[in-house]
């Protein structure tokens, strides 16, 4: 327990109180439950394990795949991709962390980057502020504005100054 909490400390989080913690490595022990992706990889810490030899690669169907990707078709498609990307080294998917860069992965990336249609705007929020080519303007503008008054004062400001000084010298 004590080396799971240290564990936790040096990624940031904070674990539960402990008897919650005893609950949940009951449930895993019983085979009830398994760790998830925040336990998983502090486990692994914790005993300084892979995934593996813990038997926490329950997702490795799911991470196999990530070997075979291809460039992804939409903005939506990458990032998925990119979590899935992230969840597997979270977990020290080793074959995911020994694989070689795959140089026909680089070509293709760079030509489909190239030649590919736009991509499809990303699917729509269903709440927050959207922000248009009005707001980026004005944004432009404010800051030019500020700028300029900044650089108006910086003249001002060291000509007083230097007023000042020959005023002091004379």
């Given at each position: 327990?004590?080396?799971?909490r ?49 038997a ?10 990530l070997?075979?990707?291809?460039y ?13 990307l ?5 977990n ?9 860069p795959?140089?026909?992965a ?23 502020i ?41």
């Amino acid at each position: 327990m004590r080396e799971l909490r240290h564990a936790a400390a040096r990624r940031g989080h904070q674990l539960p109180a402990d008897a919650s913690v005893k609950r949940r490595i009951a449930s895993w022990e019983n085979g009830h439950s398994v760790p998830d992706d925040f336990y998983g990889p502090l486990l692994c810490e914790a005993y300084e394990l892979r995934a593996a030899e813990l038997a926490l690669n329950h997702d490795s169907g799911r991470d196999a795949s990530l070997l075979d990707v291809s460039y992804p078709a939409s903005p939506d498609d990458a990032i998925e991709a990119v979590s899935q990307l992230w969840r597997a080294d979270l977990n020290r998917y080793e074959p995911l962390l020994q694989a070689e860069p795959s140089e026909p992965a680089w070509s293709e990336a760079s030509l489909r980057w190239l030649v590919a249609p736009e991509p499809a705007i990303p699917r729509q929020r269903r709440n927050g502020i959207r922000v248009g080519l009005g707001d980026v303007a004005a944004i432009k503008t404010t800051t030019d504005m500020f700028a300029e008054l900044e650089g108006l004062l910086r003249d001002q400001v060291t000509a007083g100054f230097m007023q000042r000084v020959l005023r002091v010298g004379s």
